[in-house]
């Protein structure tokens, strides 16, 4: 396990975003598969499709955002201490979140195959929501990650809590897909 570790520390150094890449695509795909399996009983309807859309969606999107925007964040407001802790909580909840969740939304309805009043209709019936549920969640942890975890480690602790927190967005998404079909 310790080798793992040593691994692990040694690709996040040289490849930052693209571990971190790796680690949203796997989180995200397993995250869908949870919300297929757990949340939407589709044991045996399994979409492999959608989960691999996720993946995609993580290892192409989330991922290389994420670490590029906490970057940015380390840069500008600083690596230390509690102010800085809760300045950067407010730029990411402020400014990050509302934007990735627009953009999120975007990309997860043209997977889904949706036109443009498709995608309108779909930042109208789940935007707020997922807004209004995101600001419920992650300002307590990202204080957390800000003020306790190096840098190179906060997209790993976002991307394990976010495990759930994806398969929330894959279910919540989902749900007008699922109503199409009855």
């Not at 407010?90 to 509302?98: H, K, T």
């Amino acid at each position: 396990m310790r080798n793992i570790k040593i691994m692990y520390q040694r690709v996040l150094r040289k490849y930052p975003i693209g571990t971190q890449a790796v680690q949203a695509g796997i989180l995200m795909g397993l995250g869908d598969q949870i919300a297929q399996n757990f949340i939407e009983n589709r044991s045996k309807t399994i979409d492999f499709v959608r989960t691999m859309k996720f993946a995609g969606i993580g290892f192409f999107i989330s991922g290389p955002a994420t670490r590029t925007w906490y970057g940015i964040l380390d840069k500008y407001i600083g690596s230390k201490g509690y102010s800085v802790a809760i300045k950067k909580v407010a730029c990411d909840q402020l400014l990050y979140a509302p934007t990735f969740i627009a953009v999120l939304l975007v990309v997860i309805g043209i997977c889904q195959g949706k036109d443009i009043e498709g995608l309108k209709i779909k930042m109208i019936n789940e935007y707020n929501d997922i807004l209004t549920n995101n600001y419920k969640l992650w300002p307590m942890v990202q204080l957390v990650n800000f003020s306790l975890v190096p840098l190179h480690y906060q997209t790993l602790v976002v991307q394990s809590i976010a495990l759930f927190w994806n398969s929330y967005i894959s279910y919540r998404t989902s749900l007008d897909k699922c109503n199409e079909f009855k």
